[in-house]
């Protein structure tokens, strides 16, 4: 009997969906995308422009393949579930399924759920509606934007400059980078001097003269008030007040990369694949369970199932006087509000549970996520803060305390969040208003420039400027590092030559479109365009209106830069020889080219990288035709060992054959083994 058949995009969601749903349904997966835009057409850019920017779609390399199979399982069916994820992008994957085969509104359906749970899964089911046109056009005009700005500015980038590419939302955040660099090279430092009380319990530091603020520019100033100064000081005022520590909302996916950063010291690459295991599912003793909610994500909106529980839940287990309740968030522009901010699937799934069940860094990510999503559900913590204001002949004083009184959400949270007591003594036992000090002190102090960002620094101004969406920070991140445009120092990006040459050269010529506020403006118009309320190839009409004429302009006006000379002569015409760039790299070539074609050969430096495993070779780093590397044995063609991955010397326990590493991910090259690095 035919049944139902659900197309997800991950193999690893199969399982667990097929059994929630029973033996009416068989789950496959469209292992991610299918089609993509094509390298046809004015520029290569796929998109007719000239005929309202029809895309030309084809299908990505590998997939005819799945696409087949696809067909099949749709033919032996009664009714297709489009089940891809829950945003922009899963909703144009499913339009392109619903596309490719052949399917119609009267044999299938989309069904979005936003975590993999029987429960989530099933109730899904019962809301299955049609594809929302409206987000698919938003997700293919991102798409086309991207191929236009990207294809055009990466030529002319490598035309003009040492650069590889540039991008709409790249180049935006190195500019960034840039900037603050600049920043930093201009910044003079300001002298500057600080004065304290030493006293037996606690230190005081002078902030002011009868009721003005006070600076102190110099040491001759410094030490002119030092004179002024006697050891005794005057209680003039002791203000204790309660205040109140409200717990974070639910992780975003930039926030969530922020604290990975910062806390576990994850890049955003890692944290997103580790988050992607979590949400895809976990094998626990007796099922296999999406343990959080989908990962890319800005709303912080939280389901009223999981907030029923989650109160329970506090009350059953805190306290009465630990449960909370749900807070507003005030940011709701650009918000996908669809979407729940990334939880666990289950309050009762604590932490320790499932710690069995997950490699160390999964532990430590759902960990993370658990308790900040608890905890935003936790009451206030309090804490009695001491403010006490000391007169010395009209110089004043202040020192400040802090005492936790009740730890609220941070019962469960502390770890993550920075908290110290501060304890003065009590003021009120000093028999005259008058405390003397063992010493008064002068320090130096110089202003310091703008730090540098981190890659979570990052990410979180790019959010907070309206650049990007979740799904692209760790993308953008990587493309800097991989790109050469920045360099990592102590975790804080460093823009190098080229990334300040490419900034530099794009701002000539697209400062009116490279710029925060144009990147900004057109996620809005993306929102429009998903909301209904904007045409998604009227936005692209009057963007390539502008565009268009500019690269015209920067190809034809922009000075092309110099190549670097070697400080050798062409031993064929005697004129410099020059660092050039080619199609698989740099090489030394005569600079009169083209009337002398003189190429220096190199002698190719040999780097080996271990023994070979089925000779007596060395595998040794090699370079395929077209330039990419590989790794293959030095006793080629006799041994044909090869590997796409570089082999490290260790073998796999499983099966004794060679592990290979790619990003941070070991893996074996001849059966499943995987590990993390």
Not at 78 to 88: E, G, I, S
Not at 165 to 184: C, M, P, T, W, Y
Not at 380 to 392: I, R, S, Y
Request: proline letters at 4%; a positive charge; hydrophobic letters at 30%.
């Amino acid at each position: 009997m035919a049944k139902n058949l659900v197309i997800v995009e991950s193999p690893s969601k199969t399982k667990p969906i097929e059994k929630y749903l029973g033996s009416d349904y068989h789950v496959v997966s469209s292992k991610g995308h299918i089609r993509d835009l094509s390298t046809k057409g004015k520029f290569g850019f796929g998109v007719d422009v000239e005929n309202g920017f029809t895309p030309d779609y084809v299908t990505i390399k590998g997939k005819k393949k799945v696409i087949d199979e696809l067909k099949k399982d749709v033919k032996n069916s009664k009714f297709v579930y489009l089940a891809t994820d829950p945003d922009r992008e899963g909703e144009a994957i499913s339009w392109h399924l619903y596309d490719c085969l052949g399917l119609n509104d009267s044999n299938s359906l989309r069904v979005v759920f936003n975590e993999i749970t029987k429960s989530a899964v099933l109730e899904a089911f019962k809301h299955s509606r049609k594809i929302d046109q409206n987000l698919v056009n938003s997700q293919e005009t991102r798409r086309i934007l991207d191929r236009i700005i990207g294809f055009r500015l990466s030529k002319l980038m490598q035309a003009k400059t040492d650069g590889s590419s540039a991008g709409r939302v790249q180049s935006v955040a190195l500019k960034l980078v840039v900037d603050r660099e600049r920043e930093i090279e201009k910044f003079n430092p300001e002298e500057y001097w600080t004065i304290q009380g030493i006293f037996n319990d606690f230190e005081a530091e002078l902030y002011g003269f009868k009721n003005d603020k006070i600076e102190i520019k110099d040491e001759v100033e410094a030490n002119k008030i030092l004179s002024k100064l006697s050891n005794s000081f005057e209680i003039e005022n002791v203000d204790k007040k309660v205040q109140n520590r409200k717990s974070k909302f639910p992780y975003i996916t930039s926030t969530l990369q922020q604290d990975a950063s910062n806390k576990l010291g994850f890049n955003a690459r890692k944290t997103m694949s580790i988050a992607q295991k979590l949400y895809e599912g976990i094998e626990l003793a007796d099922e296999t369970v999406g343990s959080i909610t989908y990962m890319r994500t800005d709303s912080v909106r939280l389901s009223d199932e999981f907030v029923s529980a989650t109160l329970k839940y506090i009350e059953a287990k805190y306290g009465k006087e630990y449960k909370g309740h749900v807070k507003v968030s005030k940011k709701t522009e650009n918000v996908q509000d669809a979407h729940e901010g990334i939880r666990p699937t289950s309050i009762n799934r604590d932490p320790l549970s499932v710690k069995p069940y997950l490699t160390p860094d999964e532990y430590k990510l759902y960990k993370m996520i658990y308790y900040r999503a608890l905890s935003s559900l936790m009451n206030d913590a309090k804490t009695e803060n001491t403010t006490v204001t000391l007169n010395n002949n009209n110089y004043k004083f202040k020192v400040n305390g802090q005492v936790l009184i009740f730890d609220g959400y941070l019962k469960v949270y502390q770890e993550y969040e920075d908290i110290e007591n501060t304890i003065l003594p009590s003021f009120e036992n000093y028999k005259s208003n008058v405390i003397v000090a063992k010493d008064i002190t002068k320090e130096q102090h110089f202003t310091k420039a703008p730090a540098r960002y981190t890659e979570a620094k990052l990410i979180k101004e790019m959010e907070e400027l309206g650049i990007g969406r979740p799904s692209t920070y760790a993308k953008t991140m990587d493309t800097l590092k991989s790109r050469g445009y920045v360099t990592i120092v102590d975790k804080k990006f460093i823009p190098t030559e080229i990334g300040i040459e490419i900034t530099d050269k794009l701002q000539e010529c697209f400062s009116h479109l490279i710029n925060v506020k144009y990147t900004a403006d057109m996620e809005t118009d993306l929102d429009k365009i998903a909301t209904g309320d904007a045409v998604w190839n009227d936005v692209l009409a009057k963007f390539y209106d502008e565009f268009a004429p500019a690269v015209t302009t920067a190809f034809s006006k922009m000075e092309k830069k110099a190549p670097e000379e070697t400080g050798e002569k062409c031993p064929e015409c005697g004129n410099p020889l020059v660092i050039r760039k080619g199609k698989y790299g740099k090489f030394v070539a005569c600079s009169n080219y083209p009337e002398c074609k003189y190429i220096k050969n190199e002698p190719k430096e040999i780097v080996e990288i271990c023994d070979c495993p089925n000779c007596d070779g060395k595998i040794i780093e090699k370079k395929s035709k077209r330039g990419k590397v590989f790794y293959g044995c030095n006793n080629y063609p006799k041994c044909k060992t090869a590997y796409w991955d570089k082999p490290i010397d260790e073998k796999c326990p499983n099966c004794e054959g060679m592990l290979t590493i790619k990003k941070d991910q070991i893996k074996c090259s001849s059966c499943d083994y995987t590990k993390e690095k």
